[in-house]
């Protein structure tokens, strides 16, 4: 039983959106998630998928696409990505009880791993189209949804954590942020994030050990379309 982590599988069974448009790595790239997920990770497996999904604008644009992410093996558990318009902040509950143990969506809650508790929220960073009053709106709201998502793990006993975000932790250029203050603040052993495509942007990634926290991206296209193992 291992933890395993990969984000922006950008899914479109029904949608549009042929992903090799962004460049010839993403070719037939549904292909090579499936076929390294099924050699990678079993039953007793958990993998955290960490945003961007689906291309579905609404639940019935995207359900064929969990329904490809719930029929991979292992448990599945879902944190919310910028592009996941199926999704909103309201419906969290409803989608936990129509998967129902089949797919987990993470936000405002938590998940138990062991001993360990995965929390998480989208997060938000600086990418240049913001203004600074909505950048910091949007990152007010989401430090206090990773907040109550800690909250409710130590209200619960745990102590060991791991903090998963769809958005890298700090904006380029910046060496600490709320969410990485966040994460020293809680002890949480890793934090881990996807979002970022392309050579460019994996090489401005905050990655490494910082302060004892080791950051980890897991876009698909930086893993090569491979989950990456996290535990043990």
Same mark, same amino acid.
């Given at each position: ?37 099924? @050699?990678?990770? /079993? ?16 639940? =019935? ?9 719930? +029929?991979?093996?292992?448990? =599945? ?5 910028? !592009? ?13 009880? @129509? ?11 938590? *998940? +138990? ?8 929220? =989208? ?5 240049? =189209?913001? /203004? ?16 109550? /998502? ?9 102590? +060991?954590?791991?903090?998963?975000? !769809?958005?890298?932790?700090? +904006? ?42 080791? *950051? ?5 296209? *930086? ?10």
């Amino acid at each position: 039983m291992s933890l395993y982590a990969i984000g922006d599988l950008h899914l479109s069974f029904t949608a549009n959106k042929p992903m090799d448009i962004f460049g010839k790595e993403w070719k037939d790239h549904v292909k090579k998630i499936e076929k390294n997920w099924n @050699k990678m990770i /079993s039953s007793g497996d958990t993998v955290v998928l960490a945003g961007d999904h689906s291309w579905g604008r609404n639940l =019935k644009e995207a359900e064929a696409d969990l329904e490809f992410i719930a +029929s991979l093996p292992g448990r =599945k558990i879902l944190l919310r990505g910028n !592009h996941d318009m199926f999704w909103d902040a309201g419906r969290t509950k409803r989608l936990n009880e @129509k998967y129902n143990g089949r797919l987990f969506f993470l936000q405002n809650n938590f *998940y +138990s791993y062991g001993n360990t508790a995965l929390v998480g929220t =989208k997060g938000y960073c600086y990418e240049g =189209k913001d /203004s600074s009053e909505h950048f910091e709106k949007l990152v007010k709201r989401e430090l206090e949804r990773l907040r109550l /998502s800690y909250e409710l793990a130590v209200a619960a006993g745990y102590t +060991s954590f791991i903090q998963f975000l !769809h958005y890298p932790p700090t +904006s380029i250029g910046e060496e600490e942020s709320g969410f990485t203050r966040m994460a020293l603040e809680y002890g949480a052993d890793q934090v881990i994030y996807a979002h970022c495509h392309g050579k460019d942007r994996f090489q401005d990634s905050f990655l490494g050990n910082v302060d004892g926290v080791n *950051y980890r991206l897991v876009s698909s296209d *930086y893993l090569k379309f491979k989950p990456e193992r996290i535990l043990p």
